[in-house]
C-alpha cells in the first residue's frame, strides 16, 4: 500500500479520505481474517533514520522504534529479534548484502500502513526491512527482487502465518532534499542525523501541507503524477511478471513517476517475497491519482494461488 503524511493532516478533502478509508478498511479485513503471527514489512524512509553519513541499500531492523513524525506512533515497536537475526543470516547467506540495525528508526513509511491495517503499530511482531528509495545512488531494481526472494525462502520454513507488507509509492515527487540541492541546515541534518526540533518539525509539516494545497491546484512546479505508468506498474504487479521490472532504470523511474516513485522498490521486494511460494493472485485493487496526497495512491491484497 502507499503512504502519505497529508493522510494524518489538514488538507484534504473529506471525499478523498473517505475513498481511501474505504480501501483501507476492505485490506485491513483482509488482514483480519488472516490473522497474520508475524508481519515482514519493507519500507523506505525520509531522512527521519537514515543518513548520508552511512547509507545502506537494505537493512533489518532487530529493534525499532516510530520517530513519531506526522502523528504517527513514537516508541518502540513489537521486533522479533530472533526472527529478524535469523532472517539477516539467510537473506546474506542468498548472497544478498544487507545490513542490520540493533536500534532502527522508523518513520510514517513504516508505522503508518501498521496503524492503518492493525490500529496500532505495536499490535502484532513485525520485522523491519528498510529500503533505500531516496538517497541516490540507487542500485538497480533487479537487487530489490532478490532481497524479497531471499527473505521470502527465509520465511516458508516458518511454521508461521506472515503477512508481508510493501509501503510506498506510486508516482509521486513531493519536496524532498538531496546532497545537490539542500542548505547547509538541511544538509546537515540528511548527513549526519542531526534531530530535529519541535519548531523544525513543525516548519517541515507547515511546508507539507502547503505543497500539497498548491499541488492540488495546479499551481505547483512539482513533477505532476502520471496515472499512466502507475497503472503500467500494477498492472505488472497484477500478472506476477515481476522480471519485466528488471528493465526498469533508475532513471525511467524517475522520469516517469517522479523522484519518489523508487519507492515501488518496496512493492517489488514484498512481491518477489510473496511470488517465492508461487504464482499469486491480487483480490483488493485500488487506485487513486490523489493530488491532495501528493500521490498515486494504490493498494494490492495479493495470496498463493
Known sequence: MSHSPLLNLPGPSRDLLDDVGGAIAEARRFVEGYAPDLVVIFSPDHYNGFFYKVMPPFCIGLSAKGVGDYGTHAGPLDVHEQLATECANAVLGAGVDVAVSAGMDVDHGTVQPLEKL???????????????AIAAPLGPLHRCRALGA???DFLAALDK??????????SHSPPVPTLATAPPAVLERIVRGRPMTSEQRQARQSAVIEAARTFACGDSELQPLNPAWDHRFLEIIDGGRLTELDGWSNPFIAHEGGGSAQEIRTWVAAFSAL?????????????KPAPELIAGFAIRTAVPQ
Open 118 to 132: 492493525f490500529g496500532d503499530a505495536t499490535g502484532v511482531p513485525v520485522i523491519p526491512i528498510f529500503v533505500n
Open 150 to 152: 531471499a527473505v521470502g
Open 161 to 170: 502465518r506472515v503477512l508481508v507488507l510493501g509501503s510506498g509509492g506510486l
Open 275 to 287: 511470488a517465492t511460494a508461487g504464482p499469486y493472485r491480487t483480490a483488493v485493487r485500488y487506485y
